[in-house]
């Protein structure tokens, strides 16, 4: 770990940054299974749910920056490599060649529930080891992610 003027003790810290490199890994994830269904999506109420990819994509490519931003302010590294990725995402490949608007819903629909679910535990994993603003944080994400998965159910019925 980095020297840091932070308060929080050491152990603390390196808990913390752990936590914050286990979802950063996922967001990455996320973040790239939502660009592929964006890039990739097909069919009647195309347009709509090429945007919503779009827009949750950026979402998600903030609680990235978030998560990275935070285990740094720690005196941790930010572990966001692809190949890291690959190694500690914790969500379900995505299916590469579905086409279908509802293919990609139920898809996304399903990652973002899994990363929601995730950041609800972190929640209680850093309050319980006294990492307060990380917890915060993890609340910000989840109330985000829960945004983010109601808009894109919400196109459940119009695909």
Avoid at 28 to 55: C, E, T, Y
Avoid at 89 to 99: K, N
């Amino acid at each position: 770990m980095q020297t840091t003027h932070n308060t929080l003790k050491a152990e603390t810290r390196q808990s913390s940054i752990l936590l914050l490199n286990k979802h950063l890994a996922a967001a990455i994830d996320l973040h790239a299974q939502v660009k592929q269904a964006h890039w990739n999506v097909r069919g009647a109420g195309f347009m709509p749910v090429h945007l919503l990819f779009d827009s949750v994509s950026t979402e998600v490519e903030n609680y990235s920056d978030m998560l990275a931003e935070r285990a740094g302010g720690l005196g941790g590294t930010a572990n966001g490599t692809v190949q890291t990725v690959v190694e500690r995402s914790f969500l379900v490949p995505y299916a590469l060649g579905l086409a279908d608007v509802k293919e990609h819903i139920f898809a996304i629909s399903a990652a973002l529930a899994a990363f929601g679910q995730s950041t609800r535990d972190a929640i209680s994993e850093a309050t319980a080891f006294g990492d307060l603003g990380t917890a915060d944080m993890f609340t910000q994400i989840t109330r985000g992610i829960d945004k983010q998965l109601w808009f894109v159910e919400s196109h459940i019925f119009q695909a």
